[in-house]
């Protein structure tokens, strides 16, 4: 029997087989959860039910967090498979391909500003008050995904870090108004991990070839570590943690500078 048995989950955010979205299923699945997945266009539907039924899951809803209809809509909807809902989590980001190329301020726009705070961090907020009907008395948990650009600056991250960073916010102030229910909310920080997300950045490759270098275990995390981690969080052997933003990125944020790094620049 594993730590979430008898839980209930919905999993917002799943691309493909690659995604971190589909380790944290596979990892809840695997830890006795029950699970329900979202899919935000009829492009992804054919693929989140497929993805969905290697895990024994049949409700498979739409939402399209832009509209809050829809977001309104996807637990309305829920509540006629569950009656309840222990474990919500928000895997979702987008910003304009072309705001996550070049120069910060000669890429940024007012739109593609608005675009990204609202699709990848206010829709956590919305889809959290939509569920809380279905989570309360529940001794429930919320999950998002950040990433280190949202506080410190990365090349061709740009619009995306500041949208990370109040999903961070975030993050700290659903924790404080969901706390006297016993709701908590959390977030991984994740190290950079090939998904379908991260093709859109720029010299990603580069980037990945820098990480190893500099993280101290001198490897990617896989999308397996992060599911883990989230299966734990969810969980009520994480009652006491609320608020917080894990890091899952094998040390890389802990280090200022690297001596692999050194070594290379004295050879």
């Not at 996807?74 to 309840?84: I, Q, T």
């Not at 593609?112 to 529940?138: C, E, V």
């Not at 870090?161 to 102030?173: I, P, T, W």
């Not at 709701?183 to 950045?201: E, H």
């Amino acid at each position: 029997m594993g730590f979430l048995s008898g839980k209930k989950a919905l999993i917002c955010g799943i691309a493909n087989n690659r995604s971190i979205a589909w380790g944290i299923a596979q990892s809840m699945h695997r830890q006795g959860a029950e699970l329900a997945f979202s899919y935000p266009n009829d492009k992804l539907k054919s693929r989140v039910i497929d993805l969905g039924k290697q895990l024994g899951s049949n409700t498979i809803l739409p939402c399209d967090v832009s509209s809050d209809d829809d977001i309104n809509n996807l637990f309305v909807e829920l509540g006629e498979h569950w009656d309840s809902l222990d474990i919500l989590v928000h895997c979702i980001a987008f910003a304009n391909r072309e705001e996550l190329d070049g120069n910060y301020l000669e890429t940024v726009t007012r739109e593609g500003f608005t675009l990204a705070h609202d699709i990848s961090s206010y829709s956590f907020s919305a889809m959290g008050k939509a569920a809380l009907p279905l989570m309360q008395g529940r001794d429930a948990s919320m999950l998002t995904l950040s990433y280190l650009g949202a506080v410190r600056s990365m090349p061709n991250y740009n619009v995306m870090g500041l949208a990370k960073a109040s999903l961070e916010a975030n993050v700290r102030y659903m924790a404080q108004s969901l706390g006297s229910q016993n709701i908590r909310v959390n977030a991984i920080s994740a190290g950079p991990i090939r998904t379908l997300a991260a093709s859109g950045i720029k010299n990603f490759r580069a980037m990945l070839g820098y990480f190893e270098k500099v993280a101290p275990l001198g490897r990617p995390v896989t999308i397996d570590e992060v599911g883990n981690t989230a299966a734990f969080l969810c969980s009520d052997l994480a009652s006491g943690i609320t608020g917080e933003i894990t890091y899952v990125d094998a040390g890389f944020s802990t280090v200022s500078l690297s001596e692999q790094l050194l070594q290379d620049e004295t050879r």
